[in-house]
């Protein structure tokens, strides 16, 4: 009789293509936009509105973060200069999560929501708007994975799939830096799961619980994502290999960007 003897790397090799079929079959990265031949970005309203349903179903029928209203939407004032990607659950054809990335203002340095919120919190930062993006409405509607029936791998899989979205619109944008605030159980949810870490720049501030300012480069998150094999890297490189990410490899964790 002969006993097979699976390495380790073949058998983390088969887990992945298990896991990457299983995302493949299941989810799509969409996002709420496109470049015409200038470099331009081009809204995609319908798609928009779609993000917005989401945002109105996490923030204000699943919580009470945001007031309710009867349009089923969830909107501010940086919306019209923000660019939008979602995840889309191909089996249903149903969006279950969203990510927003608000751009630098003209002529207006660090006219972000987070400085808005925490500018006495935050120091003086020593960057070039021009440089950072905002991401915020990085959310996913329960009642919408609940109508999807998933699986718990499915399930598993939406975060790191809007994850790859987030990386994939800031990208588009030629920013080098991240800022934003985040809670506290998702600060420790990307380390403990997908080995990001953040750089903090101030002190965390009350805000629907507690939250903490942060501003990173990508250099910081390739270091972290480098560091440790995760289904995050997995999908980033599965996607970056169909032309949906682009700048970065697992072997060379690098967005393009300086």
């Known amino acids: 009789m002969v006993t097979l003897d699976l390495s380790d790397s073949f058998c983390d090799l088969y887990r992945v293509q298990a896991n990457l079929t299983a995302y493949d079959d299941t989810f799509q990265i969409v ?23 989401i945002r109105y179903d996490a923030y204000c ?8 209203n009867q349009f089923g939407i969830e909107s501010d004032e940086y919306d019209d200069r923000a660019l939008m990607s979602l995840v889309r659950h191909k089996p249903t054809g149903k969006y279950v999560a969203t990510v927003r990335f ?17 500018e006495q919190m935050c120091p003086q930062l020593s960057i070039n708007s021009s440089h950072c993006a905002e991401i915020s ?23 790191p799939a809007l994850l790859t979205a987030s990386f994939s619109v800031s990208t588009d944008l030629k920013v080098s830096h991240w800022l934003g605030c985040m809670e506290t159980p998702l600060i420790k949810r990307l380390k403990r799961f997908y080995n990001i870490d953040l750089d903090w720049v101030g002190d965390g501030f ?15 998150i390739d270091r972290s994502l480098h560091e440790r094999h995760t289904i995050l890297r997995d999908i980033i490189d599965f ?5 949906i990410t682009w700048g970065y490899t697992s072997s060379s964790l690098n967005f393009g960007l300086s």
């Open 102 to 118: 608000i751009p630098p203002k003209d002529g207006d340095d660090f006219d972000f929501p987070t400085i808005r919120a925490c």
């Open 31 to 53: 996002k709420a936009y496109s470049c015409d031949e200038r470099g331009a970005f081009v809204k995609d309203t319908a798609l928009e509105q779609e993000a917005l349903k």
């Open 239 to 243: 996607e970056h290999a169909r032309g």
């Open 137 to 159: 409405r990085l959310c996913i509607s329960r009642a919408r994975l609940h109508d999807a029936d998933m699986s718990k791998q499915e399930a598993s899989m939406v975060f």
């Open 61 to 68: 029928a699943e919580h009470d973060f945001e007031p309710d």
């Open 206 to 220: 009350e805000h629907h619980g507690t939250r903490s300012p942060f501003i990173t480069k990508f250099d910081t």
